[in-house]
């Protein structure tokens, strides 16, 4: 068997479990652990088209889950429009604020850029909380909004069991994988590349930085907030505390980092690796040690930061390359193996 | 109108205090350039330190500054030698080191969520103590009183520390650093000693800061992240670097705290102050008084 024909078959293999483990797993329990985890993924990867590609930290994501969860909740508690139209809405909204906040941040160096978009984030939130109804909309402040569970249907975005929302959660999670592979290899993906290293070698080569990652945050911003409308469907409550909070924004962003920035890879395999470690030690440990998921979280972030500074997806993807030698027998591409006798 | 000028006086001491809890930050970011996210979780240390030593031994709560603040002084210093470090090692030649702040985040969570874990989440405050709520009478006017302790700590602090950055042989060396740290090397200042002794001055200052709040505070795990987001938008208000910014910015988010709930829903005063501080970044990034670098 070639590399090819392997890395192929993985690539379906993992799609057969992804898609057939609802067949399988009939805990509802289990299922909806596995959909945060899809949706922390989604997240993550979302994330990384700014945080990682563009070179720059963003913390205030969490304002983007918050526009799409509202606009669609909205859109929908009152005017009766599907929440799937809401939730392109809410895309829409959310991109605009983002060309809106990223305009005057890009400019800015690394720790300047990551406080102006906490402050964003926050700014969002606080004001959220502050407002009952903004002209004709009803937001209720901090009280969050309530999605009666009534109308169950494909078309009302609402389903009885946890199985739709899996394979909704992952197929998005699937799209927006093929769509960070193809911008990786776009000509996008490589302006982004460039300007996060070397920002002025970029320019003076013709690049024109500035729009890549404004660019690359009205995606991120767009499909961060078809996750927000997701969200709100899943669990028909969001109050701004829940969809709009600094720690959401901090968890996106150190679950990428974690994983590795930058690659495909990284963030999924840093959801994989993370989520189920705070999940499993808030339902064990979480009366007795309390906050024991976030030490190990930090002492991760640490002991990566220090030792991969490029993320956990480098040795793996390291192993899983040594592993394809040695079941294919081939030599890596572009190595020369010597052998002495 | 007196009880706006009350508002107005207990606003700008309440609002030193912040600007002490923010002077370390300003310190820190002056010198690694690199913004500390654990700062806050640093102050709740420090006010965990000063709780236990003021219940424990009974003192005065400012006697326990002579326990509290070397202590965070060397917390500090070995906090930076052993976890920051290596980082400043491997990124020696990046400008703005992205890494270092992720770094301080993870510190944040493991202090935070270790307090909670070792004292549990329980609010805490110190009952007897012979500041506690006292109040000093000028007229109509009610001033607090451990506000106004406060007040002068955080003034002799800043001044303490710009002495000490404009006087001594280390102040030089620490100065020297900030403005070109290649070049500082070059001189013979050995880098990493002078990122050591900033950073245990910065945590020092938070436990000066503890100190002063721990009188009229409660104290509580997570409290650190109040004080956290309010000392970055401080530092950035007074411009990022600047001591004497940092007290001043720390007045003004007083002020805005104190006077703005006359006339609006009290809530609104914090996106009142997200507002300024965005505007501050977009307008003038180096902040009301401080240098303008190429940053």
């Known amino acids: ?341 | 109108m007196i009880y706006i000028l009350e508002d107005a006086i207990n606003g700008v001491l309440m609002g030193s205090i912040y600007g002490l809890t923010a002077l370390g930050l300003t310190l820190i970011f002056g010198v690694l350039k690199v913004i500390n996210f654990a700062h806050g979780s640093l102050l709740m240390v420090g006010m965990y330190a000063a709780y236990w030593t003021i219940i424990l031994t009974g003192v005065h709560p400012y006697v326990a500054l002579i326990i509290v603040a070397p202590v965070m002084y060397l917390f500090g210093y070995y906090l930076q030698d052993i976890v920051i470090k290596p980082i400043f090692k491997a990124e020696k030649d990046v400008r703005e080191p992205i890494t270092v702040i992720i770094v301080t985040t993870g510190v944040w969570y493991i202090l935070d969520n270790l307090t909670l874990l070792i004292f549990g989440p329980t609010y805490r405050n110190i009952q007897d103590n012979p500041l506690k709520g006292k109040m000093l009478e000028i007229g109509e006017m009610f001033i607090s009183v451990p506000k106004l302790w406060g007040f002068f700590t955080a003034v002799i602090t800043a001044f303490a520390i710009y002495c000490f950055l404009q006087k001594t042989r280390m102040g030089r060396a620490i100065r020297a650093t900030s403005l070109d740290r290649e070049a500082a090397s070059l001189m013979g200042i050995n880098q990493f000693k002078v990122y050591n002794v900033a950073f245990g001055i910065g945590t020092a200052t938070a436990g000066i800061a503890a100190v002063t709040l721990v009188p009229f505070y409660n104290i509580f795990p997570s409290v650190g992240v109040l004080f956290d987001i309010k000392g970055f938008i401080i530092v950035v208000l007074g411009g990022l670097g600047s001591i004497g910014g940092a007290i001043l910015g720390g007045i003004i988010i007083g002020l805005i705290e104190s006077i703005a709930p006359q006339f609006m829903t009290a809530t609104w005063t914090e996106a009142i102050v997200y507002g300024l501080f965005l505007v501050v970044l977009f307008v003038k990034p180096s902040g009301l008084f401080g240098v303008k670098y190429d940053w």
């Open chain 1, 1 to 341: 068997m070639t590399r090819k024909n392997i890395n192929t078959s993985t690539f379906i293999l993992l799609g057969i479990v992804a898609f057939g483990l609802p067949l399988v797993l009939r805990s509802p329990t289990y299922l909806h652990i596995i959909i945060l985890l899809y949706l922390y993924a989604y997240l993550t990867t979302s994330w990384n088209l700014v945080g990682g590609f563009a070179g720059v930290l963003p913390l205030g994501h969490s304002a983007f889950i918050g526009i799409g969860a509202y606009a669609s909740t909205i859109l929908s508690l009152q005017y009766g429009i599907s929440p799937w139209i809401g939730m392109i809405a809410g895309g829409i909204l959310a991109a605009i604020v983002g060309i809106l906040i990223g305009f005057p941040t890009f400019k800015m160096r690394g720790a300047y850029f990551a406080l102006a978009t906490i402050a964003f984030g926050e700014g969002i939130r606080v004001m959220v909380e502050n407002i009952d109804n903004l002209g004709p909309l009803n937001i209720n402040g901090p009280r969050g909004l309530q999605i009666p569970p009534t109308n169950i249907g494909f078309g009302n975005y609402m389903f009885a069991g946890k199985e739709p929302y899996y394979y909704i959660i992952l197929v998005m999670l699937v799209c927006v994988l093929a769509l960070t592979y193809f911008i990786s290899r776009s000509k996008l993906g490589y302006y982004l590349n460039a300007g996060g290293e070397e920002p002025e070698a970029a320019m003076s080569l013709g690049v024109n930085v500035a729009q890549a990652k404004l660019i690359a945050m009205a995606m991120s911003s767009f499909l961060t907030s078809l996750a927000g409308t997701f969200y709100a469907q899943f669990t028909l409550y969001i109050h701004p505390k829940s969809v709009m909070s600094l720690d959401f924004s901090f968890e996106i962003a150190f679950i990428a980092l974690i994983g590795g920035r930058g690659s495909i890879a990284g963030p999924v395999l840093g959801a994989l690796l993370l989520r189920p470690v705070s999940d499993f030690s808030r339902i064990y440990f979480g009366s007795t040690l309390p906050g024991l998921h976030l030490i190990i979280f930090g002492t991760v972030l640490i002991l990566v930061m220090i030792f991969q500074p490029r993320g956990l997806q480098e040795p793996l993807s390291k192993f899983y390359n040594k592993l394809l030698d040695r079941i294919s027998g081939q030599t890596p591409q572009g190595e020369v193996k010597h052998e002495y006798s």
